[in-house]
């Protein structure tokens, strides 16, 4: 997680639509729009309620050109209006963003994506989700998103279908809890389950630690008769500093499996069993 921070602007014309924005020494709050302001932020979130939404498309519009625009949050006092939020970003010539979201003055996603922010922390804290059907569909702070089937992760398929919807995001976005089965799921866990190129990563990292590793390699790369210099990509020089423990990559494990005749995942856990991991 980083922890250095950042400068956060907020366009916030109607602070009572969103009493739980915090106060804080990384945020700049503006009720105009001050272009000098917004152009010296690292990270822009307007906060608006439909009836303002137009009066901030010139900011948004800016914000987003200087690739600063972060989200778009629109506070509605009632439910139905937002079904109403695509047509009506239509009219006002603004595009749908796919950080655009609804929220009620009572939510706590403003305060959640603020807090990340400041914090530098937006990539690995949750925002929101939402239970659709057999998955569970999550955003974090940075509006990058998750759609993860309840069956693929272990301590999900314990919930029955009728309390999948019973849990809570945590005040702080660190995790959810369904507190009527103590399961707790963080954002590793979910991209874990659902994202094949980061379960990768972490499985690489976690075995460039193990001390096992560079035999591992060694010793599949015996099994395979693939001497040092047969792994296209990787000089011999590489493949041996790799089988000493001195390091590696997610790149060189492709390449590592590739020359096995393998997928990154099936070659990642082989070294997984070998190591006893």
Same mark, same amino acid.
């Given at each position: ?6 400068? #956060?602007?907020?366009?916030?014309? /109607? &602070?009572? !639509?969103? +009493?739980?924005?915090?106060? %804080? =020494? ?26 303002n939404?137009?009066w ?81 569909? #999550?955003?974090?702070?940075?509006? /990058? &998103?998750? !759609?993860? +089937?309840?069956?693929?992760? %272990? =301590? ?49 990292d ?42 590696g ?5 492709r ?17 997984a ?5």
């Amino acid at each position: 997680m980083n922890n250095g921070g950042s400068d #956060v602007a907020l366009l916030l014309p /109607d &602070s009572a !639509l969103f +009493p739980g924005v915090p106060r %804080r =020494a990384c945020v700049k709050r503006f009720s105009e729009p001050d272009a000098a302001g917004l152009a010296s932020a690292d990270h822009v979130i307007v906060l608006v309620s439909l009836a303002n939404l137009e009066w901030a498309g010139p900011t948004i519009k800016t914000a987003n050109e200087r690739r600063v625009l972060r989200w778009i949050l629109l506070g509605v006092s009632k439910d139905e209006q937002r079904d109403l939020l695509p047509p009506f970003l239509n009219h006002v010539r603004i595009r749908c963003f796919r950080n655009a979201l609804a929220v009620g003055s009572e939510s706590a996603i403003p305060r959640r994506i603020v807090n990340a922010f400041c914090i530098g922390a937006e990539a690995e804290l949750i925002a929101d989700a939402t239970a659709v059907d057999d998955q569970l569909f #999550v955003v974090n702070c940075a509006a /990058d &998103s998750w !759609l993860v +089937p309840f069956e693929s992760i %272990r =301590a999900m398929r314990q919930i029955p279908r009728s309390r999948r919807a019973d849990f809570i995001v945590a005040e702080d976005g660190s995790h959810i809890v369904w507190s009527s089965h103590d399961v707790h799921l963080d954002l590793q866990s979910i991209r874990f389950a659902s994202d094949p190129e980061y379960r990768d990563k972490v499985i690489a990292d976690s075995l460039l630690s193990n001390r096992k590793l560079g035999e591992a390699i060694a010793k599949l790369r015996g099994e395979a008769d693939l001497r040092q210099s047969d792994i296209e990509g990787l000089s011999e020089r590489q493949v041996r500093r790799i089988e000493h423990g001195e390091g590696g990559s997610l790149a060189a494990f492709r390449l590592l499996a590739t020359a096995h005749g393998m997928e990154v995942a099936e070659y990642l856990d082989r070294l997984a069993m070998e190591t006893g991991r």
